[in-house]
């Protein structure tokens, strides 16, 4: 499995590579956040807005809060909501997409229509609306994006399953009296999950967006420091475009941000290249 | 009937939405700061739920809400004190106007970057487009929007900082005033263009592409037709196809990027006043928007609809596109 892993990995083009180094160090951050930050991430330790250098490598925010520590602590939140959302929209749309593709007939009906629902209604607004009245805690953020995340894995397993159950070796199996989890396990399984498996990575690069541009709202969780949230305490600062403030306040969770998610987008436009040739460059 | 279906849906879960929500309104009501904790009596309580209709059982609290709403009564706003509809109606205005410029800015531009590349396809202009666009496509609209503000308003300071027109300012002509108006929406449709733009590119570059190799233009290259009509006529109006149909399906994302994009510049229109409506606790306002975008939306898919028919004859009177 590991070498198989290597190996496709030396398959990887430049920007792939890159990507894939960039969320293994954003990983090792989030993972060793106590370690590496030097200062408290949630109380002060100096002077507030202090430029980066000297004890504070990042500098500080208004509160004397160390930005390094911040970032380091934020990058859990991003890892968490990235990859609890598409983990749970993989495994809720997997499942709604084996039942509508094997099944057929009305359940197959009755979610196509919610997926074309769920495909037009706008995602932000209903977000929005949601984290108004239930409340903003992480949880309630990555059930939410979940729910509009499963539509695509569960297109995806569903379109799958259409194709493989006329497969002859399937009709075969079925012949030989192969039950549905037998087919399941054996057959759908393998020819589904690495395609579920890179959709994921899109989804958790739209699940981190997604909660970046909630928390930036001011309706992120406001006891986990994303880097959502370090944005809006920075752009809520009154005298943030009179100063030089944002030169590290802003610029740094905003530098986290967009290399985080453009890493994750060049890993699956690889791994996307990788599980469907067709689609060309 | 498919968008009917999906407006109820949306309906019915405005209407469901604060009856879910856990908690009762007369527990916030009584217990304000700096009071003695003045509890309702269940006089009352009784007074007050029949006074807002809370009594009634549900199915009938649902259909007033329902004649309400075709009535064009979204409300009370908490907050404003003034109708939700009349708030709305003021506010409307300014996001449409970002939503349908960078909509035609964003779709312009992509598809003549689009068809470039289609034409160099594997030659040097090919790739350093794909290359940028492909990078400025997954940079969200609200990012990009913070750059130019610091970049272009707060840094250089080429254009205003927030809002969407110079207050109490004495224009001497109208197009004085649209000057302003331009100059105050300049950067927030930039943003949200540049940040569509990748999108847009790729699904034209891969249209132009397709219809580039097919047979009927080779037979329009060797009828010896001009450049510009094999280009014009014969391959944009077959690659526009898809990106007609992509323009307003994506609308949904795009509102949500003009929601985030308004407030980083304070511009006025539904997305900022959502997120202050959302801080002040202004529930109806909150739901009345909420309404409103949807509908807007899911308009806006309807249209495409017709819009697609109209420009594929091929399509006839099938039910819709995304059936099936």
Known sequence: ?281 | MEYLFTIWVVVTLNFLLPRAMPGDPFLYLSAEEGQEVTGFSEEQRQYYLEYYGLDRPVAGQYLSYLSDLLRGNLGYSLYYNEPVSTIILRRLPWTTFLVIAAVLLSTVFGTILGSISAWYREKWPDKFLFFCLILLSEVPAFLLGLVLLFTFAAGLGLFPLSGAITHFANYSSWWEKLLDILHHAFLPVMALTIARLGGMYLLSRNSMTTVLEKDYLRTAWAKGLPQKRIIFRHALRNAMLPIVTRVFLSLGSLVGGAILVENVFAYPGLGHLMREAVMVHDYPLVQGIFLVVTICVLLANFLADLVYRKLDPRIGDYSGIHGG
């Open chain 1, 1 to 281: 499995m590991l070498v198989k892993i290597v190996e496709r990995v030396k398959e990887f083009s430049l920007p792939g590579k890159a990507g894939l180094v960039v969320i293994l160090v954003v990983l090792l951050v989030a993972i060793l956040a106590p370690c590496i930050s030097i200062h408290p991430h949630n109380i002060s330790s100096g002077p507030p807005l202090v430029p980066p250098g000297g004890g504070h490598p990042l500098g500080t925010d208004e509160l004397g809060v160390d930005l390094w520590a911040q970032i380091c602590y934020g990058a859990r939140v991003s890892l968490l909501v990235g990859f609890g959302t598409a983990l749970l929209a993989a495994l809720g749309g997997g499942l709604m997409g084996i039942v509508s593709g094997y099944l057929g007939g009305w359940p197959d009906k009755v979610l196509m229509r919610l997926i074309d629902i769920m495909i037009i209604l706008p995602d932000l607004p209903v977000m929005i609306v949601l984290a108004a009245f239930f409340g903003p805690s992480l949880l309630n953020i990555i059930l939410v994006l979940a729910l509009f995340s499963w539509v695509f894995p569960a297109r995806i397993v569903r379109s799958q399953i259409l194709m493989l159950k006329e497969r002859s070796y399937i009709k075969a199996a079925e012949t030989y009296g192969a039950g549905v989890w037998y087919l399941m396990w054996k057959h759908f399984l393998p020819e589904v999950f690495p395609l579920v498996a890179v959709n994921m990575i899109r989804l958790s690069g739209r699940a981190i967006v997604a909660e970046a541009g909630l928390s930036f709202l001011g309706l992120g969780d406001p006891t986990s420091k994303s880097w959502g949230l370090i944005i809006h305490h920075a752009t809520n600062f009154k005298g943030i475009y009179y100063t030089d403030f944002w030169k590290w306040w802003l610029l740094y969770p905003w530098l986290a941000l967009i290399i985080m998610v453009i890493s994750l987008a060049f890993i699956s436009r690889e791994l996307e290249r990788m599980v469907d040739p067709r689609l060309g460059r």
